[in-house]
């Protein structure tokens, strides 16, 4: 075996068999990789063999680039629940280090996907690249070859208005708060998660109390505004504390430094549900973003942020009127 650290592999069975692989970032596991991971077990189906996504927990710029700070559409845990959504059968999961950066495609495909995954095919999507140094779609078939892999190439899965579906498509649009895009691209909706804090309780006083959200700084947050939310999974009063979820609950989430209060230079993720009174403190939470309603701004009073706050309630069972959010 090739010392190269942890590898850990997630699946019905746990045994490494021959297979069908491709591997990858897969940040989001948006409907581009999900139309590669169809790829993988439409061929593993067609061979008898296994199917399997080889990924990373960490980004590998976060390795490379000591400064790099990740924006990521999917931290780890989020990562692993969408692929066992798929058909995919086993999900090999490794620490991208320094010295796997290192490895060449070719001792990559040996070494790791024939050595330790017996991968027999590696399907690759359109834009996919690993292995240290520039290496070309050829190169990998000619290393295939020379190993005893077939290598095969996915095109990409265009978008609606014809553009190629990508991560950084759906950072972008997520980041100019093009919710509806996003979502779209990713095949379902873009969710935040973490545990609820003690905030400064503006919101209470508003009229419109909040939890505040402690989201992972490695989690790429939408652009500052108001949105149209949906708990997954709710914790309700009586469960709590002990971060129980269930049901669901419709709300507006508030993203950025509430300059009307003057509460610093700080961002905050702040939710506010709707027709619920309960402590919501030290449990986590999990919110989908279903509408951007507006960007955030400062008010000339609170009384005009109110109105606005309630204009923006108002404008919330409007859509949920006109839309069916399954």
């Not at 296994?50 to 931290?75: E, S």
């Not at 692929?83 to 796997?100: G, N, P, S």
């Amino acid at each position: 075996m090739y010392p190269i650290g942890d590898m850990n592999i997630i699946g019905k069975n746990m045994e490494v068999q021959p297979c069908v692989a491709t591997i990858g970032s897969f940040d989001g596991v948006h409907q581009g990789h999900r139309f590669v991971i169809q790829q993988v077990v439409f061929q593993a189906r067609k061979r008898g063999l296994d199917a399997v996504v080889v990924t990373f927990p960490n980004h590998p710029l976060q390795v490379l680039r000591d400064d790099f700070r990740p924006q990521l559409l999917t931290l780890a845990e989020e990562k692993v629940k969408l692929m066992q959504q798929t058909d995919i059968e086993k999900i090999a999961i490794m620490d991208f280090t320094r010295d796997l950066a290192q490895m060449s495609a070719r001792e990559f495909m040996q070494h790791i996907l024939k050595e330790q995954l017996q991968v027999k095919v590696l399907v690759m999507g359109h834009d996919n690249h690993f292995g240290h140094g520039k290496t070309a779609f050829e190169d990998y078939v000619r290393y295939g070859h020379e190993l005893g892999m077939e290598v095969l190439s996915v095109p990409p899965m265009p978008h609606g208005d014809g553009c190629p579906i990508s991560s950084t498509a759906i950072r972008g649009a997520l980041l100019s708060g093009d919710v509806a895009c996003a979502n779209a691209m990713l095949g379902y909706r873009y969710a935040l998660q973490g545990l609820v804090v003690e905030g400064f309780q503006n919101g209470k006083r508003l009229g419109f109390p909040t939890a505040n959200l402690q989201v992972d700084p490695s989690k790429l947050v939408p652009k500052n505004g108001a949105y149209l939310v949906r708990t997954c999974g709710f914790p309700t009063c009586a469960d709590a504390r002990q971060g129980l979820c269930r049901g669901e609950r419709y709300g507006m989430l508030n993203i950025g430094t509430r300059p009307t209060l003057h509460n610093g230079s700080q961002r905050s993720i702040e939710v506010h549900l709707f027709d619920f009174d309960g402590d919501l403190y030290g449990t986590r939470l999990c919110i989908e973003l279903l509408h951007h309603l507006r960007n955030e701004r400062e008010f000339r009073s609170l009384e005009e942020l109110q109105c606005q706050l309630a204009n923006d309630e108002q404008v919330c069972h409007q859509l949920l009127t006109l839309h069916a959010y399954d």
